[in-house]
């Protein structure tokens, strides 16, 4: 749609990650397509000094500063409307009323479960957690939910709080984007506003097309960050329980890269090779030669662009059989699951898509079409607009039925 103007919001992490590429790519897309995007962007920065913390703390509440700012950007380049990715902690909601005393509408995607969970994971001590769910969010305070800290946690509950009996939920944005059925029944649940929610999930741009599918592929391949609720530690555990002729590649970089290392190390796991964080392009070089993805993680997810990529590759995904990854893995047909945290469950199937490498390609080629149909830069710009007008119009969403297999992996 030439000549429509989207203002983009967001807050960068300090280790850059997978909002932070939706973010980039999102508004790349916009602009391929003819839109104008007015882009403004923070960068989160941890406090020193007990003075510091607590007005960064007052301010993840509700930022005068960016209220300013972005009221002064909306009256500059009159956007059509605007769309937020993270507002915390830099930016808060404030800015949503900037945007609403200038009458353009906020749509907000919901990448993570923030506003109804302290560490925006419903996980704690890698297992899944809903306490706050059931019994607030200031119950995350009890166990120092974010960052590990009583007061950082009880910061950010503070906001989500303020904003909650304020209303600025349900009254000042005017659409919710969830990545999946299963995120949006899980916000649903935490009390945000059902009408207002749409489901889009993210895509992949450029689109590295579908690997050779002459050649059954030359290892399992994992890629992600090197931390403990993304699986790492199931991996390792399950590669230990299998033959040593099941090569695997790891990419990726984290915290825990150091135990990972030490892990391979004591356990001899020779056929394990960590390359570290490589780049994009070496990431999809790398998926083109893998049999398959191992994706184990022990959280709910949001939308793993990995999955994506892979599918784009042509490559199926051995995947946790939890939340959006239940979803997204479609079990037989575009890949397998296996039982969360479950190290012999998740070697049994990677031993059984390793001897079956032409079951392996007919799933990736199943993987391509599911790719095409869902996950492509073209679909995913059509429903973005379609989002933004309804926003503009102000459309109430119906709610349409969740698919079992987006309830599948509730425990509530």
């Not at 489901?199 to 399992?220: I, M, Q, T």
């Not at 230990?240 to 190390?265: K, T, V």
């Not at 083109?288 to 042509?314: D, H, M, N």
């Amino acid at each position: 749609m030439n000549g429509f103007k989207v203002m983009t919001v967001h807050n960068r992490y300090q280790q850059p990650g997978g909002e932070d590429a939706v973010y980039a790519a999102e508004s790349m897309l916009l602009e391929q397509r003819g839109c104008e995007v007015i882009r403004f962007e923070e960068q989160n920065q941890i406090p020193d000094g007990l003075i510091r913390k607590i007005e960064t703390a007052v301010s993840c509440t509700w930022s005068v500063g960016s209220h300013r700012r972005i009221a002064a950007l909306l009256k500059q380049h009159k956007p059509d409307v605007v769309h937020f990715h993270n507002f915390f902690q830099q930016i808060s909601p404030s800015a949503y009323y900037a945007c609403q005393d200038a009458g353009v509408p906020v749509i907000q995607t919901l990448h993570n479960y923030r506003l109804i969970c302290a560490a925006a994971t419903l996980s704690r001590n890698g297992k899944v957690c809903e306490e706050c769910l059931d019994q607030g969010i200031w119950h995350g305070v009890k166990y120092s939910c974010y960052r590990g800290n009583k007061m950082a946690t009880a910061a950010l509950a503070l906001m989500v709080d303020f904003h909650r009996k304020r209303h600025t939920w349900e009254t000042k944005v005017d659409r919710y984007i969830a990545l999946t059925e299963f995120a949006r029944h899980k916000l649903i649940e935490g009390g945000l506003p059902a009408e207002k929610f749409s489901v889009k999930p993210n895509f992949v741009l450029p689109d590295p097309g579908p690997r050779s599918f002459e050649s059954n592929g030359d290892y399992a391949l994992f890629v992600g960050r090197i931390d403990e609720t993304k699986g790492i530690p199931v991996m390792v555990e399950a590669w230990r329980r299998m033959p040593r002729n099941i090569p695997l590649m790891i990419l990726g970089d984290g915290d825990y890269r150091p135990q990972l290392e030490a892990s391979l190390r004591q356990h001899g796991l020779t056929n394990i090779d960590y390359r570290g964080r490589g780049t994009r392009e070496q990431m999809f070089a790398a998926m083109k030669q893998a049999r398959f993805l191992v994706f184990p993680s022990i959280w709910y997810e949001g939308f793993p662009v990995t999955i994506a990529e892979a599918y784009a590759c042509g490559v199926p995904v051995i995947a946790s059989r939890l939340g959006s990854m239940e979803e997204l893995i479609l079990d037989g047909i575009t890949g397998l699951h296996f039982a969360p945290g479950d190290a012999d469950d998740l070697a049994a199937t990677v031993l059984r898509a390793w001897r079956d490498p032409e079951e392996m390609l007919a799933m990736g080629r199943a993987a391509r079409v599911e790719f095409d149909s869902k996950y492509t830069a073209d679909r995913n710009y059509d429903l973005l607009m379609d989002i933004y007008q309804q926003a503009q119009r102000g459309i109430p969403l119906t709610m349409t039925p969740i698919r079992a297999t987006a309830l599948a992996g509730s425990t509530s």
